[in-house]
């Protein structure tokens, strides 16, 4: 069974702290994102890895980084926690494309709340 | 750039109704297409998709037709469960451009019994 896992369900930080968010895939993906989801938003793209040591921002990268040193693991950074990055955050990874959308394997989501 | 928009929700369901749930699109070049479902307390997994025109992607009882010339993706179902409530995401990945899915804001179903 594939398998997108992301390093805690909940999380609880201070404004100004720096937050590292952990995901890991088990399927040899070379695709891999990071989304926030917040009510009426839908999923908006941070960031997203097609290789290791590869990232490319997405349409909200302010306020984030990202790490990709090894295939499997792709990491979020918020390098001064801010309020406003209360959110629920979302790691996916797919195959290579090739011409063909294949599907994104969704992790079960981080809850970060702020405070 | 891309966008998707759905319909708003919640969208609230006898159990055995039908359902619809409508999404469009715009894209600069020739998308595939998708439904996304996100159980409660659970990340998102593919319903079904469709990558050319006229394509219909169905699952689970859940049926949506890829309609080029009105840039629609609709969702539908002949009779929902209980089981089938969750939010439901349509979304749109465009290979020749950003290699990243585009998402509509979510569509909240709620069936009642």
């Known amino acids: 069974d594939v398998k997108v896992t992301q390093s805690s369900r909940y999380l609880v930080k201070r404004t100004g702290e720096k937050v590292f968010l952990e995901c890991v895939q088990d399927?040899?993906?070379?695709?891999m994102f990071w989304y926030r989801q917040d009510p009426g938003l839908g999923l908006r793209l941070i960031y997203f890895?097609?290789?290791?040591?590869?990232?490319e921002k997405g349409d909200i990268p302010e306020g984030y980084s990202v790490s990709r040193e090894k295939k499997e693991r792709f990491s979020l950074i918020l390098e001064s926690a801010s309020t406003n990055q209360t959110s629920m955050y979302l790691c996916?990874?797919?195959?290579?494309?090739?011409?063909?959308?294949?599907?994104?394997?969704f992790g079960p989501g981080t809850r970060l709340t702020v405070t | 750039g891309d966008s998707v928009t759905q319909m708003e929700g919640p969208v609230t369901l006898s159990e055995e109704a039908f359902l619809t749930i409508n999404c469009t699109y715009t894209?600069?070049?020739?998308?595939?297409l998708f439904w996304y479902v996100q159980y409660p307390g659970e990340g998102l997994q593919l319903l079904l998709k469709a990558t050319k025109a006229d394509d219909k992607g169905s699952n689970k009882g859940f049926e949506a037709t890829y309609r080029k010339e009105t840039t629609s993706f609709h969702l539908e179902k002949g009779s929902v469960q209980v089981s089938d409530s969750a939010v439901y995401f349509c979304a749109l990945i465009d290979l020749t451009g950003r290699r990243a899915l585009t998402f509509g804001s979510g569509t909240r179903l709620q069936v009642q019994p």
């Open positions: 399927m040899d993906h070379e695709n």
């Open positions: 890895s097609y290789d290791v040591k590869m990232k």
């Open positions: 996916a990874s797919t195959r290579s494309w090739a011409g063909i959308a294949y599907e994104q394997y």
């Open positions: 894209a600069t070049g020739y998308p595939s």
